[in-house]
């Protein structure tokens, strides 16, 4: 699994960090960042749950 997010898109909403703070966490700009690129179990929610659809995940 490898976890994604295009900073072109993300708004940064905070909503990836709410759900699954293990693997994405707020950069210095706001926008998402990811700490654990191997992912975890909540990253497929939080991709879901993003507004802008700015999470892959590839498996
Ligand atoms: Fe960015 Fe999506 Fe995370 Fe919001 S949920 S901070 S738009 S990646």
Same mark, same amino acid.
């Given at each position: 699994?490898?976890?994604?997010?295009?900073?072109?898109?993300?708004? #940064?909403? =905070?909503?990836?960090?709410? !759900?699954?703070?293990?693997?994405?966490?707020? =950069? $210095?700009? =706001?926008?998402?960042?990811?700490?654990?690129?191997?992912? #975890? $179990?909540?990253?497929?929610? #939080? #991709?879901?749950?993003?507004? %802008? =659809?700015?999470? %892959? !995940?590839?498996?």
């Amino acid at each position: 699994m490898v976890v994604k997010v295009n900073a072109d898109t993300c708004i #940064a909403c =905070g909503v990836c960090s709410q !759900i699954c703070p293990e693997v994405f966490e707020v =950069g $210095d700009d =706001g926008k998402a960042v990811v700490v654990k690129p191997e992912g #975890a $179990d909540c990253a497929q929610e #939080a #991709a879901d749950s993003c507004p %802008t =659809g700015s999470i %892959t !995940i590839e498996e």
